[in-house]
C-alpha cells in the first residue's frame, strides 16, 4: 500500500502541482466536493472588483459595449468549447443547465417532427437514464407535459440504454457521468446507436466540462449542456452552457421558434427592438433574457484556471488519484462495511468515487468535521469528487486515512444524525 | 425658470439627499439611465468580497446552508415585495425577466384550462401592447407557438388594451411603464377590467419596481414579473423576481407542471433527488436551475438600497424631478424640433422623461459626449430616466441645459452617426 510519504513525492513531481496554488483553499480542510461546487480561483475577487468597480460603476451602462459585456457570453462559451471538443461558435453560456436542457430538448423534438428520420413519423419518446440527475427528468416531465400529444419521457436502467433506443424514440437524453455513482457513458457509442435508429442525442456534461476531455463533435453528438459551478469553477450558481452543432443552427435557421424560450437576447437584432421574434442565426439563440455579468466574469475566470492546466492532463491525474484512492480505502477499510458504487475501470468512471455504506448520512457528517468534505447522496452513497486542478496525492491519502479511523471507531455512530441539505 | 442655484437649494432641502453618497458615482456624469443600470452601490463591493472570499472560498459548499445561500431567493425576494405591495411568500428571485414570463404566462393559460371563468370556455388569447417591451412579446410568441391549438398573441395600442378585452381573453399581459415613452398603465383598472371579463392579469414591473410604488394585491394582479437591475440597482444583468398571488399558489398546488419550467430548485424536497417532480407548495415553484449566489447578493444590496430610501419618498422626488425636467427642457429648447413623448400628467408616466427629436441617436450621442447619459430608442426617442435615488435637481438642470446647447448649436450634426448598441 502507498505510504503518505510517497504521496508527498508524488505531489512534488506532479506537472500540475503549480495549478493548486491559483486557488484559495482553507487551512485544515481536504475539499474532494469539487464535483458540487469547485473552489474559488485566486483570481476571482481581483476580476469582480474590477468589474464592479470600474466597469459597473465607472463604465455604467456604456460598459456594454465599452467594457464588451454584450460578447461575453459567447467568448466565455468559446472557452467551454475547448474543453469539449465543440467549435467556438456552437457554446453560449446562459442560464441553468435545467433551462438550457428544456431549450435542446424541444428543439431536439421540433427537429424530429420537422425532419423525420427513419421510417417512422412523429416520434415523441425521450429516452433517458432512471438515475439521471432528477432535474433533468423534471425538465423533460415539464414539457412532455406541456406538449401532450403522445409525448413521453422513458426511462430505463443506466446499462440498457442502448438497447432501448428504438423507432419511437426521438431523442437520448443522459447525462455523461452519473451524478451518484461517477459510472460513465460511451457518449460516442450511444450517439452512433441514436443516430443509425434515427434518434438525436443531447448530453448533459455537469460531471465531465472540465475535468475529462469530451468530444462532442468527433461523436456528432447534436446538443448539449452543463454545468459552470463543478469542475469549472464559476462560483455558486454559475450560468450553464449550451451547444448545438453547427449542421443543427442551419437546419433550424428557418424555424424561429425550434426553441421556445425566445428573449431579446436571442433575436437576430435585439436594439431593434422588433414587435417579432427573429432569432439569431447562431448559438446566439439559445439566449433569453439579459445575463448577469457579474456571475459570467467569475465563471470566465474559472473557466481559465482548466484551460491553463488542459483537459488531458487532468485527467490523468483525475484517474491516478481515484486509483489511489480505491486502493487505499479498499485496503484500509477491509471488513468495515463499505463498498465501492463507482465503476473499478477509469474508462467507465468519471473524476469522482463513491462508496456505500449502510450509514453513508453519518460517515459523511462524521468526515465532514474531521475536515475531510465529500457529500452523501441519498440513499447509502458516500461521494468525493476528486478535482485534479487542485486536489493532491496527500489529500486522497489523508482522505482515506479519515474514513478508515471514522469507520474502525464507529465515529459515525456519535454523529448526530440531523440530514442537512446540500447541492450536488 | 427656475435657476441653477434654486436647484442647489432643492437638493440641500432633499429628504433622500442623503441616499446619494451611497452610490458610486463617476464624476462628471450626469447619469439618466438608471432605468436601463441602476448604479453601483458602495456596499456592493464589501458585499461580494465577503461571499467570493469567505462564504465560497473558505465556506465552500458548507455555505449552502452555512451562510444560508439557499433561503437567498427567497429572502431578497421577500424584500422586493414590500416594493411591490406583495406578501414576502409570493415572491422569489430567480432567472431573467423573459424566463418568468414564460413561466407565469404558462401558469396563467393552464389555470384558465382548469378552471374556465365566465360562459366562455377555451380562453386562448394573450392580449398585450403593440408597444411592449419587445422580449415580453417574444416570450409571448415562443409560448403560443409552442402551444398550438389556437393559441394566440393579440396586440393593441397602448389606449385600447382595457377595452380590447373579450371572452376570449386569457390573460392580459402589460408592461405596467412602457419601456419607450414611460407612460403608465392603470394597474388595478386594468387588472379590474379583465377579472370582470374573466381574463387574468400579468404585470411586467420592469420600469416600476424601486421607482413608484406598486400595488399588486390592493389590485388583486395574478402574476408579476420585474427586473433587478434597473430601479432595484442589482447589477447588470442582475436575477429579476417573479409572484404569484397566493390563490393561486393554492389553485395550483395539485398541478404539477402548471409552470412548465420544471427544475430541482422548483421540487418539493430537491434534495432527496427523486426521480418525479413534486413542486414545492409555495412560490418556490417558479425556482428552476440552481441559482447564481454572487448575483443575488448584489441583488440583495441594491433592494436595501431602496428600501432604505422608502419607495413613497422616492416617488414623490421622481415626480419633483420630472416636471422640473419637462419644464427646463421645454423653456430652453423652444423652437428647436424636441417634443415631449411622455404622458405630462405624473400620474400616467414612471420615472423616465422622454422626448422625440428627428435626429435623436444624434442627439443622444452628442449628449453623451458631453457627459450626460440618457439612451436613444427606436425611431426617434431620447430617454431620461430620472433614479430618485441618486439623480439631484442640479443634474437635471444640467441636462437640461446640455440638451439646448446641443440643439442650439447643432451639435448633433458633428457627431458621427454611428449606431451603437444600447442595452435598455
Given at each position: 500500500?502507498?505510504?503518505?510519504?510517497?504521496?508527498?513525492?508524488?505531489?512534488?513531481?506532479?506537472?500540475?502541482?503549480?495549478?493548486?496554488?491559483?486557488?484559495?483553499?482553507?487551512?485544515?480542510?481536504?475539499?474532494?466536493?469539487?464535483?458540487?461546487?469547485?473552489?474559488?480561483?485566486?483570481?476571482?475577487?481581483?476580476?469582480?472588483?474590477?468589474?464592479?468597480?470600474?466597469?459597473?460603476?465607472?463604465?455604467?451602462?456604456?460598459?456594454?459595449?465599452?467594457?464588451?459585456?454584450?460578447?461575453?457570453?459567447?467568448?466565455?462559451?468559446?472557452?467551454?468549447?475547448?474543453?469539449?471538443?465543440?467549435?467556438?461558435h456552437e457554446v453560449v453560456c446562459t442560464d441553468s443547465t435545467s433551462l438550457n436542457l428544456f431549450k435542446v430538448l424541444a428543439a431536439a423534438l421540433r427537429l424530429q417532427s420537422l425532419h423525420p428520420r427513419g421510417s417512422t413519423a412523429g416520434r415523441r419518446v425521450i429516452l433517458s437514464e432512471r438515475g439521471n440527475f432528477?432535474?433533468?427528468?423534471?425538465?423533460?416531465?415539464?414539457?412532455?407535459?406541456?406538449?401532450?400529444?403522445?409525448?413521453?419521457?422513458?426511462?430505463?436502467?443506466?446499462?440498457?440504454?442502448?438497447?432501448?433506443?428504438?423507432?419511437?424514440?426521438?431523442?437520448?437524453?443522459?447525462?455523461?457521468?452519473?451524478?451518484?455513482?461517477?459510472?460513465?457513458?460511451?457518449?460516442?457509442?450511444?450517439?452512433?446507436?441514436?443516430?443509425?435508429?434515427?434518434?438525436?442525442?443531447?448530453?448533459?456534461?455537469?460531471?465531465?466540462?472540465?475535468?475529462?476531455?469530451?468530444?462532442?463533435?468527433?461523436?456528432?453528438?447534436?446538443?448539449?449542456?452543463?454545468?459552470?459551478?463543478?469542475?469549472?469553477?464559476?462560483?455558486?450558481?454559475?450560468?450553464?452552457?449550451?451547444?448545438?452543432?453547427?449542421?443543427?443552427?442551419?437546419?433550424?435557421?428557418?424555424?424561429?421558434?425550434?426553441?421556445?424560450?425566445?428573449?431579446?437576447?436571442?433575436?437576430?437584432?435585439?436594439?431593434?427592438?422588433?414587435?417579432?421574434?427573429?432569432?439569431?442565426?447562431?448559438?446566439?439563440?439559445?439566449?433569453?433574457?439579459?445575463?448577469?455579468?457579474?456571475?459570467?466574469?467569475?465563471?470566465?475566470?474559472?473557466?481559465?484556471?482548466?484551460?491553463?492546466?488542459?483537459?488531458?492532463?487532468?485527467?490523468?491525474?483525475?484517474?491516478?488519484?481515484?486509483?489511489?484512492?480505491?486502493?487505499?480505502?479498499?485496503?484500509?477499510?477491509?471488513?468495515?462495511?463499505?463498498?465501492?458504487?463507482?465503476?473499478?475501470?477509469?474508462?467507465?468512471?468519471?473524476?469522482?468515487?463513491?462508496?456505500?455504506?449502510?450509514?453513508?448520512?453519518?460517515?459523511?457528517?462524521?468526515?465532514?468535521?474531521?475536515?475531510?468534505?465529500?457529500?452523501?447522496?441519498?440513499?447509502?452513497?458516500?461521494?468525493?469528487?476528486?478535482?485534479?486542478?487542485?486536489?493532491?496525492?496527500?489529500?486522497?491519502?489523508?482522505?482515506?486515512?479519515?474514513?478508515?479511523?471514522?469507520?474502525?471507531?464507529?465515529?459515525?455512530?456519535?454523529?448526530?444524525?440531523?440530514?442537512?441539505?446540500?447541492?450536488?
Open positions: 500500500m502507498t505510504a503518505r510519504a510517497e504521496c508527498v513525492a508524488l505531489d512534488a513531481a506532479d506537472p500540475l502541482r503549480a495549478h493548486r496554488a491559483a486557488f484559495a483553499l482553507p487551512d485544515g480542510v481536504v475539499y474532494l466536493d469539487g464535483n458540487s461546487l469547485g473552489a474559488l480561483p485566486r483570481a476571482t475577487g481581483a476580476r469582480l472588483r474590477e468589474v464592479i468597480e470600474r466597469e459597473w460603476g465607472v463604465g455604467l451602462i456604456r460598459s456594454w459595449n465599452d467594457a464588451r459585456w454584450i460578447e461575453l457570453p459567447r467568448r466565455v462559451g468559446a472557452k467551454i468549447a475547448r474543453l469539449i471538443g465543440a467549435d467556438g432528477p432535474t433533468d427528468l423534471y425538465v423533460a416531465q415539464g414539457l412532455t407535459d406541456l406538449l401532450g400529444a403522445g409525448h413521453e419521457l422513458r426511462l430505463v436502467d443506466f446499462d440498457e440504454v442502448a438497447d432501448a433506443i428504438d423507432d419511437r424514440t426521438a431523442v437520448v437524453m443522459l447525462t455523461h457521468v452519473n451524478f451518484r455513482t461517477g459510472a460513465m457513458h460511451d457518449l460516442a457509442g450511444i450517439t452512433r446507436r441514436a443516430h443509425d435508429a434515427g434518434a438525436l442525442a443531447i448530453w448533459d456534461l455537469a460531471h465531465s466540462a472540465g475535468a475529462l476531455p469530451v468530444a462532442l463533435n468527433a461523436a456528432s453528438a447534436d446538443f448539449a449542456v452543463g454545468c459552470g459551478y463543478k469542475y469549472l469553477n464559476g462560483g455558486p450558481g454559475a450560468p450553464a452552457f449550451v451547444f448545438a452543432a453547427a449542421r443543427h443552427l442551419t437546419s433550424l435557421v428557418h424555424e424561429p421558434f425550434a426553441q421556445p424560450l425566445a428573449g431579446w437576447f436571442g433575436h437576430r437584432t435585439p436594439f431593434a427592438f422588433d414587435a417579432g421574434y427573429a432569432p439569431a442565426p447562431s448559438i446566439d439563440r439559445f439566449a433569453v433574457g439579459t445575463p448577469s455579468i457579474l456571475a459570467l466574469a467569475a465563471l470566465d475566470v474559472g473557466v481559465d484556471t482548466v484551460l491553463a492546466a488542459g483537459v488531458e492532463a487532468l485527467r490523468a491525474k483525475s484517474v491516478a488519484l481515484a486509483r489511489q484512492f480505491v486502493e487505499l480505502v479498499e485496503a484500509q477499510c477491509a471488513g468495515l462495511g463499505i463498498e465501492l458504487a463507482s465503476p473499478r475501470d477509469p474508462d467507465r468512471r468519471g473524476s469522482q468515487v463513491c462508496f456505500r455504506h449502510p450509514h453513508a448520512f453519518a460517515v459523511m457528517q462524521a468526515l465532514i468535521a474531521r475536515g475531510v468534505i465529500g457529500d452523501f447522496r441519498e440513499p447509502d452513497i458516500l461521494r468525493f469528487g476528486l478535482a485534479p486542478l487542485y486536489v493532491r496525492h496527500v489529500d486522497v491519502w489523508d482522505a482515506a486515512a479519515a474514513v478508515a479511523e471514522v469507520l474502525a471507531k464507529r465515529e459515525w455512530q456519535r454523529t448526530e444524525f440531523q440530514r442537512r441539505e446540500a447541492v450536488t
